[in-house]
């Protein structure tokens, strides 16, 4: 058995659990769930490659998102024409992220990212009515247009950072489409799934997976995906705009981290 969950200890695994539950909440409502799950597997499963888990993560919190995507499309009238379009490019341009990773010193460039992730945490709590309601009235191809500089850009992120998508997912069609932050959380979960569909297919290939510890960590971030989904359905955009700003403080605090360790 031992073989199929790799280093995880009944206790490490209870950890993870609940630190799966806490991400699918989280990520449902907002995204960002990987800057709680992702750090959970690493620090719960140390013996593991980390290609390894990367991959068993992807399936826990595809499986997750699926349920919260699935649970606002029942609530939520999609634009499927805008979701391909940006969906398509979001997964092309994570995989030139990824390719492009290898080649630029990231560690440079993260102060940039701490900056931008500031003036986002402060823009978005001066401007209290940011995502309340529908603030833009687009035309078809003005949408497909932000969609696709939305996919391009947050794809490319995907690639080449990762943790934090979701947020920035939500933020860009509250911002570019001006969408309320109940849509822009619903558009968001979908265009995820597409892009972590490309992702996993790559690990699964490669074998990079352990698939138990994957589907017992799967039904603690399912859970928590459709609390998220069903609370943020019911309380709508107040609600919402408080997570992400809770999520934002969370990414701030991880990147200052990351660079504050790079430079010691």
């Excluded at 390719?99 to 402060?122: C, D, E, M, N, W």
Aim: charge should be positive; aromatic fraction near 12%.
């Amino acid at each position: 058995m031992q073989d199929y969950l790799g280093d995880l200890t009944l206790v490490n695994f209870l950890i993870l659990a609940l630190m799966a539950l806490i991400a699918g909440f989280l990520d449902a409502v907002v995204g960002g769930g990987g800057l709680i799950q992702l750090p959970a597997f690493l620090i719960t499963m140390p013996q593991t490659s980390t290609l390894t888990i990367f991959g068993t993560n992807k399936i826990a919190a595809l499986s997750g998102t699926s349920f919260a995507a699935w649970n606002y499309s029942k609530k939520i009238t999609f634009n499927f024409k805008l979701l391909a379009t940006t969906g398509i490019l979001t997964a092309i341009s994570a995989i030139l992220g990824a390719k492009t990773v290898s080649s630029l010193p990231i560690h440079l460039l993260k102060p940039l990212i701490l900056f931008i992730l500031i003036g986002i945490a402060i823009y978005t709590y001066l401007k209290k009515d940011l995502g309340g309601s529908q603030t833009k009235q687009l035309s078809a191809i003005r949408q497909y247009q932000f969609g696709a500089l939305l996919g391009i850009g947050i794809g490319f992120y995907d690639g080449f950072f990762g943790p934090g998508t979701g947020s920035f997912l939500v933020l860009g069609f509250v911002t570019l489409l001006g969408f309320d932050f109940l849509h822009a959380s619903a558009y968001a979960k979908v265009i995820n799934c597409v892009a972590n569909i490309g992702a996993l297919t790559v690990y699964m290939h490669n074998g990079q997976f352990l698939i138990v510890p994957a589907l017992l960590i799967a039904i603690f971030n399912i859970t928590g995906n459709i609390t998220g989904s069903k609370m943020a359905i019911a309380k709508g955009n107040i609600f919402i705009r408080k997570v992400f700003l809770v999520i934002v403080i969370l990414m701030i605090a991880r990147y200052a981290y990351d660079i504050l360790k790079h430079s010691l």
